[in-house]
């Protein structure tokens, strides 16, 4: 079966530092990967998707993510951490079809001035 | 373009009343919906998903159900509330069977308390 570690349950890092949230999944295949990001008391939002090609992947809001299979990783990246970035941030991994995404415990972030 | 709605967006429930959230898509058509719950800082747990009409999928044994009456409306009930049903609802869409990515689509979600 499918699953997702974030191994970083809460990061605390100063605006415009940079940025890495980890992500390692665990599939036999190449997975479809997501990154979501949830503001409090507010649904998720996609952030960026890897389907197949150039492994790293530009998203929306200045994140990028790189997928890498040798480790099994999509970590999320970030140049210069924004005071608005402060969210949960989750992890997914889906092989496609009708199977459900698998998310991961979510990592979430505080940002210091 | 495709659109998710969700509501109530909060509640407020005594102890073993019932409960309906409710969750419409609009803009596509034969949708893989889905129902997760987030309790504090645990993450997304799956409860229901469905691939069509009158098909849902259980993922957690619980006093929980779901519905699906209508090919993009999707409700979460339940008979007699729990105090540990307090959590964050989330309802979500993917694209259907043959085109599914598995990317999801959220709603803003529902917050339930229940005392």
């Known amino acids: 079966a499918q699953s997702v570690t974030q191994p970083d349950i809460h990061i605390t890092v100063s605006e415009g530092a940079s940025l890495e949230l980890r992500c390692n999944y665990s599939y036999g295949a190449t997975p479809y990967l997501f990154w979501y990001v949830q503001s409090p008391g507010q649904g998720l939002q996609l952030l960026l998707k890897?389907?197949?090609?150039?492994?790293l992947v530009q998203g929306i809001k200045g994140f990028e993510a790189e997928f890498k299979r040798s480790q099994s990783s999509f970590n999320l990246r970030k140049p210069s951490v924004h005071w608005s970035d402060a969210a949960e941030y989750f992890c997914?991994?889906?092989?496609?079809?009708?199977?459900?995404?698998?998310f991961g415990k979510g990592t979430r972030l505080s940002v210091i001035a | 373009s495709q659109t998710i709605h969700q509501w109530p967006a909060t509640l407020v429930q005594p102890v073993g009343s019932p409960l309906s959230l409710e969750c419409t898509v609009e803009g596509t058509s034969n949708p893989n919906l889905y129902w997760y719950r987030q309790a504090a800082g645990r993450g997304l747990q799956l409860l229901f998903y469905?691939?069509?009409?009158?098909?849902i999928s259980s993922e957690v044994p619980q006093n929980l159900s779901a519905s699906r009456p209508q090919d993009r409306q999707f409700i979460l009930s339940s008979k007699k509330l729990l105090l540990s049903d307090s959590s964050f609802y989330l309802c979500?869409?993917?694209?259907?069977?043959?085109?599914?990515?598995?990317?999801?689509?959220f709603g803003e979600g529902s917050r339930l308390t229940v005392l």
């Open positions: 890897y389907f197949s090609g150039d492994t």
């Open positions: 469905s691939v069509g009409i009158g098909q």
């Open positions: 997914a991994v889906s092989p496609g079809g009708n199977t459900p995404l698998v």
């Open positions: 979500a869409w993917s694209v259907p069977r043959g085109r599914d990515t598995g990317e999801l689509f």
